[in-house]
């Protein structure tokens, strides 16, 4: 399954780097530099509110057997692709995320989720990201519930 | 679990044939709307005396007042109706709204449609919450309310079609009454395609509404997984006989496809951020808690049986050896695991189970393939343990019948159990019954006890007409002791108990007895509350209680909520809160979906005032209506304490400590006979001083009747109610 891999070791967190991944999803998801939009985020790590962490996507798959009207499928690489005119907003997929990283946003009808467009890896200064085809996901570090 | 949750038998090969036999009657175009702030506005009308179809404004003084759902439906049965009217005449109302908070998609739990009509069984309003997609698919079309008078002179269907903007109302001659055959059908003959099929649902009965009193409607919606129309039912109070008795045999609504926010909210990001939080609670703790999504409520059938609360025999016992045979895990083995059960979009909790593979094994249906949506706690404790049939697919059997049939479950168990117990006393016979053996744990008899209601035949013709009148029908026969058959007879009001025992709970004698329908659970649940944690020692407590539980949750039927969401799953920090049985955050929930829909901001205080003026309508409607005073609200004395000697020895010891220590009298040296009589002396004194507290509490007269200035501090002093309450020393 295609997934984006996050590498722990070499992400910057946020701390000199200039959040490049979130600016680049947002501009190519939604073509706006507003980062609410981006699926991939520099979120605190629970207890640790000084410490930033990538949250993403990893095609896990618990939505789409959540999703009520078939909107969410997985690709034939394993990607997990919404379709916005099947979409209700529920958000139960939202709320049942595993790893908390499908987000709504004020205005926005669907939820937003990483497509594995390969965007942020591009403009990633630290090499930290790379889309990969494995077996099954690697677990991330999930936000804090 | 099924290996196959698609495989079931097909009912739709025929559909082209079916559908050309329809003569269209009334045509009549609309534009199609979608609601601003949770309203459009419109109500729409039929009478289907005249065939006629118009449309009649939603005020704001009804919003204010009825805000909607099941208080859009009691103010249209009040103007519908007078005082002579009964069930069958024309003039009874149909009333379905969903509530302006229906329809959402964010919040779990939020696709309930309220029905509102003159019951057959009580002669009193009935309101009945029911899940299903035809509210929500309705007030997308473009109506808040549907209102059908008059009566049919053939069978016919009402069909709203939202995208195309018309109403029909058309003969349909041929296909079945019976619900799982209809919905499939009328879903296949109005859809435009596969994926136009979620955007239809059906409403029908079935042949047993047909000929009996108890009738239930189904209301539908297409589960895309299994390729199946599901059902859930208004169940309570013989909705169905009313539907079946217009000659409807379906509505059907095709609405537009649903998005998330065809509400028009006042705040969209404000109801998001509690759906969301919701359904991470749900996800995180349903696991720990009630297990609503693996199990629906058939999750409580061992709780209640661990608490001596599980009806069987006809609610003489609590509890029984065998209950392990039909618990929940049973039904998280037969329910299909893993796919989305909610009954309208969003419900993360996701109770409505199926139980697919089903092989009939008697009737008209035997040897088909069919999805059972079910069983839920009611059913199970209803037609399972109250009738002492401990065996899961004789449970499945009897709740696929009863909700194709077009029958109430609960009702259903609670009579047949009984008739069981009738048969077990010698009341009735064989002879009696027609040839039915009717004893303990004969599911076969049950089940042609059914199958006899829904041909109209035999001794299910007189089952089907509910508890009350059997119990009339078999004193003018002479078949036993009137008292006693008043006394083992679960009805209140003319309508069959819901399945919980409440002879332990004075506060749930209370909860069933004083409620505007009859008794239902819906209205308070406070067994745990009294019984079990002992928060609401005296009757100042219970009637507090019995004042704020069922004015909250009548708010829930305004509204077009399930309560599930409510209770079944708590935050984690809930016990830590001040008052943990209201739920605190999740008040504050209802309050933000509320303001954030409809732009009216409300505090949890306005929930009470909002369902205290329906409450309080409703009960005026019930005097006028001839029932709804302290007379009316006086239980069977089964649900209140020991009625048999098998009863008291089953719980002797408990008896004989109550008669000890709270009546101060030495059971020592007393027969058995005499202690049932010392206790019932106690207990029935003990239910009216809880009546005085909770009609005090509630603001009524001690007759139980609201009075004028109840009716002006509410706002509700309209004259033709001021004219009722007065004409009762109100």
Redesign the interface.
């Known amino acids: 399954m295609r997934y984006l891999h996050v590498d722990l070791e070499k992400c910057d967190g946020g701390r000199h780097c200039q959040r490049e991944c979130e600016v680049a999803c947002a501009k190519t998801l939604y073509r706006t530099e507003d980062v609410a939009y981006s699926a991939i985020r520099l979120l605190p790590v629970a207890g640790q509110h000084d410490t930033l962490a990538i949250n993403v996507c990893n095609q896990c798959g618990v939505c789409v057997?959540?999703?009520?009207?078939?909107a969410l499928k997985q690709n034939k690489l394993g990607v997990v692709l919404l379709d916005k005119k099947a979409?209700?907003?529920?958000?139960?997929c939202?709320?049942?995320c595993p790893t908390l990283s499908m987000r709504?946003v004020?205005?926005l009808?669907e939820p937003v989720k990483c497509i594995v467009c390969g965007a942020c890896v591009k403009a990633c200064p630290t090499g930290a990201l790379q889309v990969v085809d494995k077996p099954a996901p690697e677990p991330l570090i999930p936000a804090g519930? | 679990m099924a290996e196959d949750y698609t495989k079931r038998t097909e009912y739709t090969h025929d559909v082209d044939r079916l559908k050309a036999a329809h003569v269209v009657l009334k045509e009549v175009p609309f534009t199609p709307s979608l609601p601003v702030l949770g309203y459009n506005n419109r109500t729409l009308h039929i009478d289907l005396t005249t065939l006629t179809v118009t449309e009649k404004p939603v005020t704001q003084r009804m919003k204010d007042i009825f805000i909607g759902g099941r208080g859009f439906g009691l103010w249209y049965l009040w103007q519908a109706v007078t005082p002579a009217t009964k069930w069958n005449d024309p003039e009874n109302d149909i009333v379905i709204s969903p509530g302006p908070l229906a329809g959402n998609t964010q919040y779990p739990g939020s696709g309930k449609s309220l029905v509102v009509t003159l019951s057959p069984q009580t002669g009193i309003p009935i309101d009945s919450n029911v899940g299903g997609y035809f509210g929500p698919l309705m007030k997308f079309s473009g109506f808040d309310a549907l209102e059908i008078q008059g009566k049919a002179s053939e069978d016919v269907i009402i069909v709203i079609d939202g995208q195309k903007g018309a109403i029909r109302i058309e003969t349909a001659p041929l296909e079945p009454s019976d619900s799982h055959v209809a919905a499939e059908i009328f879903t296949a003959e109005y859809a435009e395609s596969e994926a136009d099929r979620r955007n239809v649902s059906i409403v029908s009965a079935g042949s047993a509404a047909e000929h009996s009193l108890i009738g239930c409607l189904n209301f539908s919606w297409y589960d895309v997984r299994r390729k199946a129309t599901r059902l859930k039912q208004a169940g309570r109070g013989g909705i169905g006989t009313v539907f079946r008795d217009k000659k409807i045999k379906a509505l059907v609504c095709r609405g537009p496809q649903v998005r998330g926010d065809m509400n028009h909210p006042a705040d969209m990001a404000r109801i998001t951020k509690v759906g969301v939080k919701l359904h991470k609670e749900i996800h995180d703790y349903d696991d720990q808690q009630c297990h609503m999504r693996r199990q629906g409520t058939a999750h409580l059938i061992e709780i209640m049986d661990a608490y001596d609360l599980l009806p069987v025999h006809n609610f003489q016992f609590g509890k029984h050896p065998d209950t392990e045979k039909i618990a929940s895990w049973i039904w998280d083995a037969r329910f299909t695991q893993g796919i989305p059960d909610g009954c309208w979009y969003g419900c993360s909790l996701a109770c409505a189970k199926g139980a697919d593979g089903h092989v009939v094994r008697t009737g008209p249906y035997k040897g088909h393939i069919v999805t059972v949506d079910g069983p839920e706690y009611e059913t199970a404790a209803g037609c399972a343990a109250n009738c002492g049939i401990f065996d899961p697919d004789w449970l499945l059997e009897a709740n696929f019948y009863c909700d194709t049939y077009g029958i109430c479950t609960i009702t259903f168990g609670t009579l047949t159990a009984f008739i069981m117990e009738c048969y077990q006393r010698g009341i009735l016979n064989k002879e009696r019954t027609g040839g039915l053996e009717m004893t303990w744990g004969n599911a076969e008899a049950q089940m042609e006890l059914l199958h006899q209601m829904a041909r109209g035949e035999g001794f299910g013709a007189i089952a089907g007409q509910g508890v009350h009148r059997m119990k009339q029908i078999f004193a003018e026969r002479g078949w036993g002791d009137p008292q006693l058959l008043h006394d083992i007879g679960m009805e209140l009001k003319g309508l069959e108990y819901s399945q919980y025992m409440s002879k332990e709970s004075l506060a749930q004698q209370g909860g069933y007895a004083l409620t505007n329908k009859g008794p239902q659970h819906d209205e308070a649940w406070l067994i745990f509350m009294d019984m079990v944690n002992k928060q609401i020692p005296t009757f100042e407590d219970k009637a507090e209680a019995l004042y704020y539980f069922p004015l909250f949750r009548t708010w829930f039927g305004l509204n077009g909520l399930c309560k599930l969401p409510w209770n079944d799953i708590e935050p984690a920090d809930n016990a830590q809160t001040d008052e943990p049985a209201k739920v605190p955050d999740h008040v504050y929930n209802y309050c933000e979906l509320f303001s954030g829909i409809t732009g009216r901001e409300i505090s949890k205080e306005d929930i009470i005032t909002m369902s205290e003026k329906v409450y309080n309508f409703q009960r005026v409607f019930n005097i006028r209506m001839g029932k709804g005073l302290r007379q009316h609200d006086i239980p069977p004395y089964r649900s209140v304490g020991p009625v048999t000697r098998e009863e008291y020895e089953s719980r002797a010891e408990r008896y004989d400590t109550q008669l000890r220590e709270e009546i101060g009298v030495n059971p020592e040296g007393l027969s058995v006979e005499e202690k049932i009589a010392i206790t019932r002396r106690y207990r029935e004194e003990r239910y009216q001083k809880l009546v005085d507290a909770v009609y005090k509490r509630r603001g009524w007269t001690p007759d139980g009747v609201p009075p004028v200035s109840k009716l002006q501090e509410l706002g509700i002093d309209f004259p033709e109610l001021v004219e009722v309450v007065r004409a009762h020393g109100g």
Do not use: D, I, K
Request: overall charge neutral; some cysteine; aromatic content about 10%.
């Open positions: 057997a959540v999703c009520p009207t078939e979409c209700v907003a529920c958000y139960m939202a709320g049942f709504t004020a205005g009808h519930r």
